[in-house]
């Protein structure tokens, strides 16, 4: 792959240029510098890419499930042997640190392992003589052409979520990655089809709005699935659904963490930290609101400042950076204006990160951001309410633990709540009782394993199936039931003849 221009992957071919000469640039988040340029796609070079697509699926679907599987087990052990540079290149264009980053590879390399599966995941059911002479079965087929629009945050991880499972189920994909850190993309394509994925089944377009919106009102797209903001999965969903087609998009989030009084107060000072500010606050399972409820507030607020002010900010290649810099500048400025609007609202910063000491010595130039921690923030203050994305921690005291659950139940999201306690039955019925999908008890961020599904509730997810695990491959595929009668064989002789006009019913 060339260092200075990212290409799209089409049918196998790398492509060096955008049809209307649209560039984006690529930056080292650590140095602010533009290391690379990426094409920006027309509307005609997406439905060049759809085209190409949909003459791929054709052929694809009709493989057999033991291709697809070998073929994603040849690209499972190809990522494992690859690992380090898909890190080095996360690295490289979103700024987090390497062991983040082969983290980052090391959860979606879990929905491929998942996908290997597809023969057992794809196995219908058959019922017998559910009428006088008469079988039923079930099958599930794929939907054509899938299409991904994938954040920036995780630009392995993601589209690793998406494209194994619809690929496996026998379509094909097109992704559309984030064009600020789109090079971990390209790698995962091009070993792909080093493990055998025939040309087209898998194509990579980069783009920006113009992009998008041609893939989510192309004709030929059977299936959106996107990652990002809540006002564009908003945007995204009615746009795919009034054009027909199956849609899941997940939005954002204000992930809570309540802390009761007979938590292990270590314990969840250590999660707090670790979920709060991992990957410097860029992710959409993080924890950004501490809730302390009783008296434990000032306990566990020391504690949390303890360990945040020992917390090392840096360039994601040293070894002793706990946190990188955010993905842009102009996000870095976002984000530091919610620390500013968060003092003026009354907050107290007990932890100010807004000019930290950088290791690595790129310092100057770099979108950095160190970790803030807020107490008695009260619920109608901005850093409260938003999704801030970034090092940014609040704290909010409640007298109860009904009245922490109010309070998640309250934000219009619902994507992961966590629960820190020794008490069974108070962890019991918060399970029962709080509105959110992804539930943690003494685990900070609830993200679950490939075989089970992710997605949130609320304005945290846009349509009705989460990504991967089974209702990824229900997502991706279309459920059809076939009734046979056969009759009675030639030489046993032939049923009577007869018309009957009434609603058919079961004898």
Not at 383 to 411: C, H, K, M, Q
Request: glycine share 10%.
């Amino acid at each position: 792959m060339a260092d200075d221009l990212i290409h799209h992957w089409h049918r196998g071919n790398a492509w060096t240029g955008a049809e209307g000469g649209r560039v984006g640039d690529v930056f080292d988040p650590a140095t602010g510098a533009v290391t690379r340029t990426v094409p920006l796609a027309s509307a005609a070079e997406v439905d060049d890419v759809v085209a190409a697509a949909v003459a791929a699926a054709a052929e694809w679907r009709s493989s057999s499930l033991t291709k697809r599987a070998k073929t994603m087990f040849a690209f499972r052990e190809l990522i494992v042997r690859h690992t380090d540079e898909i890190a080095a290149l996360i690295t490289s264009e979103h700024g987090k640190v390497l062991d983040d980053a082969r983290g980052e590879v090391a959860r979606g390399l879990e929905v491929v392992e998942f996908a290997c599966g597809i023969p057992h995941l794809l196995k219908g059911s058959h019922s017998e003589s559910v009428s006088t002479g008469t079988d039923s079965h079930s099958v599930r087929q794929p939907v054509g052409v899938a299409a991904g629009i994938t954040p920036f945050n995780f630009p392995a991880m993601v589209p690793l979520w998406m494209f194994p499972i619809a690929i496996a189920c026998g379509n094909a994909f097109v992704l559309k990655p984030s064009e600020r850190d789109p090079s971990a993309s390209v790698r995962l394509a091009e070993l792909f089809t080093e493990a055998g994925l025939p040309d087209g089944v898998l194509s990579v377009v980069h783009g920006d709005r113009e992009a998008v919106d041609a893939l989510l009102t192309h004709p030929s797209v059977g299936a959106v699935s996107f990652v990002g903001s809540t006002p564009i999965a908003r945007h995204v969903f009615e746009t795919a659904a009034t054009s027909g087609k199956r849609v899941q998009a997940l939005g954002g989030a204000k992930n809570h963490m309540v802390v009761l009084a007979d938590a292990d107060l270590d314990a969840a000072a250590d999660a707090a930290v670790s979920a709060g500010y991992g990957s410097a606050g860029e992710r959409c399972m993080a924890i950004s609101v501490v809730v302390a409820v009783d008296a434990i507030a000032d306990e566990l607020v020391a504690k949390i400042a303890e360990r945040t002010r020992t917390l090392r900010v840096g360039v994601g290649t040293e070894p002793d950076s706990d946190l990188g810099p955010l993905i842009t500048g102009a996000h870095r400025d976002r984000v530091a204006g919610y620390v500013e609007a968060g003092i003026a609202a009354g907050a107290e910063l007990v932890v100010d990160g807004r000019h930290p000491e950088v290791a690595g010595g790129a310092a100057g130039e770099g979108f950095f951001l160190g970790p803030c921690l807020f107490d008695r923030v009260d619920p109608s203050m901005t850093i409260y309410t938003d999704e801030i994305f970034g090092p940014v921690l609040s704290v909010v005291r409640a007298p109860s633990l009904a009245d922490a659950v109010s309070l998640v139940n309250a934000s219009p999201y619902g994507n992961g709540v966590a629960l820190f306690t020794r008490d069974g039955a108070a962890a019991r019925w918060f399970e029962a009782e709080v509105e959110v999908g992804m539930v943690g008890i003494n685990v900070p961020i609830p993200v679950p394993m490939a075989f089970y599904s992710f997605g949130g509730w609320g304005q945290s997810l846009f349509g009705d199936t989460h990504v991967h695990g089974p209702e990824g491959v229900s997502f991706y595929t279309r459920g059809k039931v076939v009734t046979t009668r056969w009759g009675v064989p030639a030489e046993l002789g032939t049923a009577p003849s007869s018309l009957d006009l009434h609603f058919p019913t079961n004898r």
